[in-house]
Each structure stands twice: as structure tokens, then as C-alpha cells.
């Protein structure tokens, strides 16, 4: 089994400032990672992801996040944030191999709110 | 526009009903997962279909079912609907069956039951 933990519920910024959204996971199998963006009434869409390789990893708008094995962590960070950043955040794992077939496991989400 | 596309986008009805849910997937796009996020329970896979075969089941209760037809469009059916079953429902779809395929979401389906 699978989990992730969002370890923020909501994390307010000023516009320009950098930020980081937590993501642990815990598994007893190999995984891949995503960062996921929703914006209000709206689907969900991939912000960046992990499958192998370097650790660092760098998606669209701007955003990065880094895997870290050892602490079974992948923290999402942009160095400067703007007005339309403003989104809910979920990070989610699924496994590498065996019989998941893809399905996504995520956290509980992360509302990113950013003032002017 | 993701490429998914999912019908209707809103959906009112009353306990005890049943709807269908419809999902097409991005052209090309063999595997069509489908999600529902609640307040409670957040983000939850529940069932997943690939090229018209059932993959994998999540927490989907025994009142929903699902499929995937020839044309690769799916549907999801719920059934005697209770009031907690009032969700955004989310269809995905990726190239193929694993992890590694990014999931394509759809806009998804508001279900209000009352």
C-alpha cells in the first residue's frame, strides 16, 4: 500500500517570493512521482514528474522538485511565485512495476494562495 | 484543454437515482482511469480500464460500475446514490497501462445529490 502526506493544508505567499510544498510518501515498492495543479472548477494537470534519473526535476511554469530517496520526500519549489500560481497543489505516487497499472494515489492537497 | 472530454459537467439528481457518467479519452489513448474528489475523502482512484478490459479497482463501492466500449469511450454508472456520493468525479486517460504514462485529465463531472 501506498500513502502521501502533504504536510501543509494551505500556505499563503506574497507575490515574487519563493515557496516550497512538502510531499512525503511512503511505500514499501519502487515509485513514480507527480506534482499535479488544479485551478478553481477546473481538471487536474501535471506540473512536473519523476520516473528515474536526477533527482531534479523541472516542469512547466516555472516549478521544480527535488526526489529524495532517503527521506521519501519530493518537495515542490518555485523561486518566484506570481498572482496566477494561485491553485491547489497535489502531489501523488504510483508504482514502478508489479500490478498498480498507473493508478495515482494522492495527498490531501495544497492551497497555494499569493498576494500582491 | 487536456483533450479529455467529459459529459455532462453537472449533474443534480435525488437519492435513490441512478446516473451515467461519460468519459472520452484523448485520441490514441488505450487506458481511461477514473478519480473522485470529495471534501472528505479527498482525491480517490476507483477503477481503471485499459483497451476495453478492467485493470485494476480502487475503493469503487459494489453501487458503481463502470466500462470501457469499442470506441474507447467509458462510462461510469452509480447507482441507488446517497447523498455522500456527491463528488467531482475525474476521468483520465494515458497512452497506456503503467505508471510511467502521464494521465491526462479530464474537466470531470459535479454530482450533486439531494
Known amino acids: 500500500a501506498q500513502s502521501v502526506t502533504q504536510l501543509d493544508s494551505q500556505v499563503p505567499v506574497f507575490e515574487e517570493a519563493p515557496v516550497e510544498l512538502r510531499c512525503n510518501y511512503s511505500?514499501?515498492?519502487?515509485?513514480?512521482l507527480f506534482w499535479y495543479v488544479q485551478y478553481p472548477n477546473q481538471g487536474l494537470q501535471l506540473l512536473l514528474k519523476y520516473l528515474s534519473g536526477s533527482t531534479l526535476v523541472k516542469g512547466i511554469n516555472g516549478f521544480e522538485a527535488e526526489f529524495n530517496k532517503s527521506q521519501t520526500s519530493f518537495h515542490l519549489r518555485k523561486p518566484s511565485v506570481h498572482i496566477s500560481d494561485t491553485a491547489e497543489y497535489f502531489c501523488?505516487?504510483?508504482?514502478?512495476?508489479?500490478?498498480?497499472?498507473?493508478?495515482?494515489?494522492f495527498g490531501q492537497g495544497t492551497i497555494l494562495t499569493v498576494h500582491p | 484543454d487536456s483533450g479529455v472530454t467529459q459529459t455532462p459537467k453537472h449533474l443534480i439528481t435525488a437519492t435513490g437515482q441512478r446516473v451515467t457518467l461519460r468519459c472520452s479519452p484523448r485520441s490514441g489513448d488505450l487506458s481511461v482511469y477514473w478519480y473522485q474528489q470529495s471534501l472528505d475523502q479527498g482525491l480517490q482512484f476507483l477503477i481503471q480500464?485499459?483497451?476495453?478490459?478492467?485493470?485494476a479497482k480502487g475503493n469503487i463501492l459494489e453501487r458503481f460500475s463502470a466500462q470501457q466500449f469499442p470506441d474507447l469511450h467509458s462510462e461510469l454508472n452509480l447507482s441507488s446514490l446517497e447523498l455522500g456520493d456527491s463528488a467531482l468525479y475525474f476521468c483520465a486517460s494515458s497512452r497506456a497501462s503503467g505508471g510511467s504514462y502521464e494521465q491526462y485529465f479530464g474537466p470531470g463531472t459535479r454530482l450533486t445529490v439531494t
Open positions: 501523488a505516487v504510483s508504482s514502478a512495476g508489479g500490478t498498480s497499472y498507473g493508478k495515482l494515489t
Open positions: 511505500s514499501s515498492v519502487s515509485v513514480y
Open positions: 480500464y485499459y483497451n476495453g478490459e478492467e485493470r
